[in-house]
């Protein structure tokens, strides 16, 4: 069930979804959804209730003490908030744990928040463990489960199969329901998972960016990126095993984007400059 605090009026809303877990490696998923919600505070106004959805042994309760010395639990949850964006659509996010259970009734209620406040459109965030080197940037592809909304819009239609997390059940939900729904992928180099990868961050914001026409200040994701990448850089330059590793990573990617140095892909990119000279 989700506990709503008051429906907030929204401007044409966009809803961004991104979950802990399986979906969210390094958390550069969920890192995209907390980097929104510190540079646009947003009104918590809906909450899942997690005693349907979780196993609090999974996932468990975190008890911390107060300013008034008092004990106090907070439990995993999944909760949604109202943000409006400058000059852009005002966004309904999502951020929350992938369920232990129940996932169908699970995304139902998401699909029928979503339809309460007359969402149109929705965005799914999700990262993975993938073979690409550091040194370049973050891949991050953008795929819908519709054919014609993929044609569309000019983006991939996932030809995925296999087991799933949330985030992939959910995009197929929406989509099932009649609601036009991208999902964003970042891919995260496997050999430095550990969180946080604020590059791969980045990357998902860029992409976020270009799909909903709206700026979003990077903060210190920059700065962060480029001391995550020198501090890769000197781990690969400690261990030759990892060097050659890197080294072999580097050659199979630039051999695979040799075909995409096309007239149309130079285009885009220079596009895509020009509207971020401003703000960077």
């Not at 966009?14 to 510190?38: K, M, P, R, S, Y």
């Not at 409006?84 to 996932?103: A, F, Y």
């Not at 990357?203 to 995550?228: F, H, M, N, Y």
Request: glycine share 6%; charged share 25%.
């Amino acid at each position: 069930m989700i506990e709503l605090e008051g429906l907030p009026p929204l401007n044409q809303p966009v809803l961004v979804a991104a979950f802990e877990g399986w979906n969210d490696a390094a958390e550069a998923a969920t890192g995209l959804i907390d980097h929104v919600l510190a540079e646009f505070p947003g009104q918590r106004f809906a909450d899942v209730d997690p005693e349907d959805y979780y196993d609090f042994q999974v996932n468990r309760p975190i008890i911390s003490v107060g300013e008034r010395g008092v004990r106090e639990i907070s439990w995993p949850a999944t909760s949604a908030y109202a943000v409006t964006i400058p000059s852009g659509p005002d966004l309904v996010v999502v951020r929350g744990i992938e369920p232990s259970m129940r996932w169908r009734t699970f995304i139902n209620e998401i699909i029928g928040l979503a339809f309460e406040l007359d969402v149109d459109r929705v965005v799914t965030i999700g990262s993975l463990l993938a073979d690409t080197p550091h040194t370049r940037p973050v891949p991050v592809t953008s795929v819908a489960s519709d054919p014609a909304i993929a044609e569309r819009l000019g983006v991939e239609l996932t030809r995925y199969e296999g087991p799933t997390g949330i985030v992939g059940a959910l995009t197929e939900g929406f989509t099932r329901a009649g609601i036009e729904t991208l999902s964003f992928w970042a891919a995260v180099p496997h050999y430095v998972a550990q969180s946080p990868c604020p590059k791969a961050t980045l990357a998902l914001l860029r992409a976020v960016e270009d799909a909903l026409d709206i700026t979003i200040p990077p903060g210190d994701l920059k700065d962060e990126s480029l001391a995550w990448e020198r501090g890769v850089d000197e781990l690969a330059h400690d261990d030759e095993e990892v060097a050659e590793y890197v080294r072999s990573l580097e050659e199979a990617r630039d051999t695979a984007d040799l075909p995409e140095a096309s007239g149309d892909a130079i285009a885009k990119e220079f596009e895509r400059y020009l509207r971020r000279r401003d703000d960077d």
